[in-house]
Structure formats: C-alpha cells, structure tokens
C-alpha cells in the first residue's frame, strides 16, 4: 500500500512495509562527472520512492561476481540473488520511518554511510534491506555516494575549475545529511537529532565527518564500526595522486579534462584496475577543505568497536581501543561465531546484527543470533535516542565510557570462540550482555 507526504520538495510517495513505511531511492543531489554535489530543494509532481535508485559505477558493475574466486564471499553473503544497477546518476538514499508517523513525530534518526573500500558497495545490500530500527522509534537513512574513481579522482585541472579536488564521495555524504537534516521532519524526524554511523570505509568516512567544520550543526553524535582511527594511515594530500591519475587518463586515450569526462565508464574502471597502485587510489584526501592538518574530533558522543576476526584484529582493536579512550567513546567488541561455516566473527559480519536484518539471511540464525541481534540494535536506538547506549527502561547494563578493558561491551561467544586473536584475556575483559535467550 503507498503513502503520498509533503515535503520541502515536494510530494513523495513511499511504501507501507512490515510496520514502517519505506521511501526508497530519494535524489538528494546532483552532479556532473568530478564536479561536486548539488542538493536537491524541489521536485515537479509526485515524487516516485518505491524503488531504490542506482548505485555507484564500481568494479562488479563490469563483472560477474559469481565467477570471481576473490568476491565470492561477500556475494554470497550480502548481494547473491539481487539486481542492481549502477549508473553515475547515483546520488539517493532512502528513508525508513514508522508507519504511524507525523511532522509532530520529532523522531530521533541514523543516517548509515556503507563501507566497501571506497570502491564498493550501496545502501541497499541485503544487510541493510528493512532495518528494525523504526519499530524502536528511530529513523534509518542509508545512502549511496559516488566511489572509486568517480568519487576520490584527484587532478590539477579539477583543483583548478573548483578551487580543490578529491573527496567527490565524502561531499556526497555531507549533502546527503544535510538534505536529511533540511527534509525529515516531513518524514516524522527530528534534523536536530541526527546520528551518523558506518562500517569499514563507512566508519572512516564517518570519521573525516566528524574531524570537519563543514559539517558542524549537521549531526549529533556518531557511530564508527571496524575502521575508527585507520584513516589517517590511508591520507594524503591530493598532489601526490596526481601522477596516478595523470596516467589513468593518459591509458584511457583522454588528453583533455573534457575528453576524460567522455570516457566509457567501463574503460575508466578498467584503466583505473589496470595502473600501478589502485587501491590505494581512490581514498580521501586533505584537500584544505573538507580534510585539513590537524583537525580534531567534535566533542560529541561516540559509540566504535570492532569484531574478533575483522582485518588484522588484533591492529584495529587496538587502534579502536586508543581512539575510544582518548576521545571517551562507547566501545563494543562483537565476537558472535556465525552459524553456517568457520570464519568466525568476520569482518562486516556484525552489520546483520545491528540492522536487525537476520531474515535476510542465508544462515541458520537461530534464537541465540537473534538476541544478540536484539540487545544490539537495542543499544544502538538508545544511543541514538540519548547519546548514551545503556541504562534505560529496557533493562539495559549500564554501559560507561572506555578506559580499561572492563568498559568494553562484549557481543556474541564466549571467550573460548576468540579463534586465532590469542588474546582472549585483553578483549573478553568486558562486560556482557543479557542472557542469551531471555
């Protein structure tokens, strides 16, 4: 059944989905190839939110992931079965709201920012398909940006027509929240009380976000999974990728800015894939503008963590741990043995948990998973709420802020399950969770 509402816009017409009411690929800007984002302040007629929009050019757009030994594992657990289309008219994102909401609703809201690298990914994987957040009384945005070297591109001849270059994606983010802050209080939010979270790339880009002054009044408070405190590993400044892209351009058979622009994006991808160094490519920058020396985290609640058999574990939980402490962060720690196979508490395996999207799931999730998956997106809702995770009338521990091991919050198995880590004493120190089951 769809539901039509006004908005700033203009009207939308959404979807009425298991309790929620789902508003699905919302153009919140645009933009030309390397130019930066424009928001979105009108629209003729009724605006159609009842299919998500494109996503990103990234690599698998120009592959077939079941053919690839390497991708194989995420696309069997997050994309296999699904159909997306990829497009550099990319820039929507989409909204999940209860069903009985009003303008008057003031909802709190968690707008999620997608890992994959910078170079892959959506916000509308199977993980983040029909989050249980709204059934808690919170707003859920996920939003598409442009990535890899649609998004992190870095060139003199763009520093020169814009007066910086880099960072295309990140700018989408911020215009993302900034359309969410201007629009959904029509959606029964409140733009005062944002949250911003994200995995991998996602908690990184989360990261610059909050280190920036162009984002200041845009969000308050945030969440940062398997990635806080690695992004200023992988910055630099936008000059020492110019000889990089100088030669992409060059493969490409471009030699003009304008002849660049024209180029197919599967030869773009292609020549991109092909030369020296790619991965290392398409990342952040400090530009002077969005990223600068120096900058320090917004004196705002924080909630990071990691799981027990993420990349290099042992280097992010401790890296994780640093940045909680120094910046008096609500630290978890998810260690939850997935059911189905071996891998453990893998890298990105904790997202099905904190989406509440188990049913999405090709594993046999059983009433263990899913009270993990509760106590999760419990805390999470709360901390988006209060700006604190724990103590409310849920019967939730009281969750303090890191400063030894015993204020870290453990999720999932015990301490026997922490696998090849070999440091089960300086993670399992923690607190626990609710009975498993009850």
């Known amino acids: 059944m769809s539901k039509i509402i006004s908005t700033p816009c203009g009207e939308i017409k959404g979807t009425d989905s298991d309790g929620a009411v789902d508003f699905r690929g919302i153009r919140y800007a645009t933009c030309k190839r390397w130019t930066y984002p ?26 077939n992931e079941e053919e690839n030994p390497g991708k194989i594992f995420y696309y069997n657990e997050f994309r296999k079965g699904e159909t997306y289309t990829y497009d550099e008219d990319c820039l929507f994102l989409n909204i999940r709201t209860p069903e009985n909401f009003t303008p008057d609703s003031k909802l709190p809201v968690l707008v999620y920012i997608h890992g994959g690298g910078f170079t892959g990914g959506c916000g509308h994987e199977k993980h983040f398909d029909g989050p249980v957040w709204a059934k808690k009384g919170v ?51 409140d733009g005062d009380k944002i949250t911003i979270m994200g995995q991998s790339a996602g908690a990184m880009s989360v990261q610059h976000l909050c280190q920036s002054d162009l984002t200041d009044g845009l969000f308050r408070s945030a969440v940062m999974s398997s990635g806080v405190g690695m992004g200023s590993f992988m910055t630099s400044t936008p000059e020492k990728k110019y000889d990089f892209w100088k030669e ?56 990071v963590g990691s799981t027990s058999h993420d ?46 999207t188990l049913k999405n799931c090709w594993r046999p999730m059983d009433k263990t998973d899913h009270a993990i998956s509760e106590d999760m997106t419990d805390y999470l809702c709360n901390f988006v709420k209060n700006g604190n995770p ?21 999720f999932g198995d015990a301490v026997s399950s922490n696998g090849k880590l070999k440091m ?10 609710k009975p498993v089951g009850e």
Request: charged share 20%.
């Open 38 to 63: 424009e928001i979105v302040t009108q629209w003729e007629g009724v605006y159609d939110a009842t299919a998500y929009g494109n996503c990103s050019y990234q690599p698998r757009a120009f592959y």
């Open 390 to 410: 724990g103590g409310d009338d849920k019967n939730l521990l009281v969750w303090d802020k890191c400063k030894s091991n015993k204020e870290v919050m453990s």
């Open 424 to 433: 089960s004493k300086l993670i399992y120190n923690t607190l626990t969770t």
């Open 248 to 303: 992409v351009m060059k493969n490409t058979g471009a030699k003009t800015l304008e002849e660049f622009r024209e180029v197919p994006p599967e030869i773009l991808f292609r020549e991109w894939k092909k030369t020296k160094c790619s991965a290392m490519s398409a990342v952040p920058v400090k530009d002077g503008i969005l990223i600068k020396d120096g900058a320090k985290p917004k004196n705002i609640p924080y909630m």
């Open 139 to 189: 707003i859920s945005v996920t939003v598409n940006y442009r990535l890899g070297p649609m998004g992190f591109i870095c060139l003199p001849e763009l520093k020169a027509e814009a007066g910086h270059t880099g960072n295309y994606g990140l700018f989408d983010q911020i215009t993302a929240i900034r359309w969410v802050k201007d629009n959904i209080s029509a959606f029964g939010g």
């Open 311 to 356: 990349m290099a574990p042992a280097v992010l939980y401790f890296l994780t741990k640093s940045w909680a402490k120094k910046n008096g962060a609500y630290m978890w720690m998810f260690g939850r043995m997935l059911p189905g196979d071996d891998k453990g508490a893998w890298h990105s395996s904790d997202l099905w948990y904190w989406f509440g």
